[in-house]
Nanobody, 127 residues
Framework: VQLQASGGGLVQAGGSLRLSCTAS????????????MGWFRQAPGKERDFVAS????????LYADSVKERFTISRDRVQNILYLQMNELTPEDTAVYYC?????????????????WGQGTLVTVSS
């Protein structure tokens, strides 16, 4: 596992969670500091969907329409940590969330834009 996502758990609807993602080694961490990063999620029985992405320097972000205004992606380039702040959670946000590193400095919405993936962290939102 090259990327490690954490912070998932069980939360009630309307609540918040913050996910984090780090690289498994310092070498990988330094390598990925110049890459775009993203979050995807996969609900039970569904395909993996794009959630949010951020450019190498944090200057550009993209969001899925379903999470816009509720989720915020950010990165700490000093500590090389990727975050996903999730607010106003609904049961429809229940999924395994994966972080990923893009193939370039800028990342898009397609999973093919990404080359390194984490193992996922489960987010469960109860109604």
């Amino acid at each position: 596992v090259q990327l490690q996502a954490s912070g998932g758990g069980l939360v009630q609807a309307g609540g918040s969670l913050r996910l984090s993602c780090t690289a498994s080694t310092r070498t990988l961490s330094r390598t990925l500091s110049n890459n775009g990063m993203g979050w995807f999620r996969q609900a039970p029985g569904k395909e993996r969907d794009f959630v949010a992405s951020i450019s190498w320097n944090g200057g550009g972000t993209l969001y899925a329409d379903s999470v816009k205004e509720r989720f915020t992606i950010s990165r700490d380039r000093v500590q090389n940590i990727l975050y996903l702040q999730m607010n106003e959670l609904t049961p429809e946000d229940t999924a395994v969330y994966y972080c990923a590193a893009a193939r370039s400095a800028y990342s898009g919405r397609s999973s093919s834009d990404y080359r390194t993936w984490g193992q996922g962290t489960l987010v469960t939102v109860s109604s």
